[in-house]
């Protein structure tokens, strides 16, 4: 089992940026790829990044494309999002989210930070 802290987030005006940490602790040399997921107030958990360990491949949301870049220590189980030129639709819980595969379900889930952007 792998456990899942999230920090960095607040409250900011829009076109400021924020850098999210996940900090992973227990079985992390089982962790192939982390990610980050986001909701919404009344919508659903939406992928945002993921980064997979292997090669440091990384994909994004087409959202935050340009503007988010997701990366990783894996030495000290860590995973962050830079987030770049914020907009008010990008309010919302942000969840980190690991797996020991590369494909398919995350085992597991972090609490959440909360990013609010006013306009």
């Known amino acids: 089992q792998v456990q899942l802290v999230e920090s960095g987030g607040g409250l900011v005006q829009a076109g400021a940026s924020l850098r999210l940490s996940c900090a992973a602790s227990g079985r992390t040399f089982s962790t192939a790829r982390m990610a980050w997921y986001r909701q919404a107030p009344g919508k659903d958990r939406d992928f945002v990044a993921v980064i997979v360990w292997s090669g440091g491949l990384t994909y994004y949301a087409d959202s935050v494309k340009g503007r988010f870049t997701i990366s990783g220590d894996n030495a000290k189980n860590t995973v962050y999002l830079q987030m770049n030129s914020l907009k008010p639709e990008d309010t919302a819980v942000y969840y980190c989210?690991?797996?020991?595969?590369?494909?398919?379900?995350?085992?597991?889930w972090g609490q959440g930070t909360q990013v609010t952007v006013s306009s």
């Open positions: 989210a690991a797996s020991a595969g590369t494909h398919g379900e995350y085992e597991s």
